[in-house]
């Protein structure tokens, strides 16, 4: 190994804070996570009693900001779509 290898390595390792690691992909992507409807409430506080039983679908923002939710996992790569960001599946 030589040393610019060396110094590339070093570089390629560099730490990322909470906050960059949060801003990767910001008005890019969109996150779609399924969530059960404790966890709805949980994120979106304005729902109220939302229906036991049903899986929702959340959009969140690179930073995990709540953006959109919906019942069905389509609708929501859809709204992430139709916002101009690349919807990607959380589990």
């Known amino acids: 190994m030589n040393e610019f290898e060396k110094e590339e390595d070093r570089q390629t390792h560099a730490p990322i804070t909470r ?14 996570k399924q969530l059960d409807s404790d966890a709805a409430e949980r994120l979106f506080p304005a729902l109220h009693e ?7 679908f959340a959009v969140l923002g690179a930073d995990g900001t709540p953006l959109a939710l919906t019942d069905s996992r389509s609708a929501a790569i859809a709204n992430a ?11």
């Open 50 to 56: 939302a229906p036991k039983g049903i899986n929702f």
């Open 19 to 32: 906050r960059e690691l949060a801003l990767l992909g910001d008005g890019e992507v969109a996150y779609i």
């Open 81 to 91: 779509i139709e916002n101009d960001l690349v919807p990607v599946s959380v589990h």
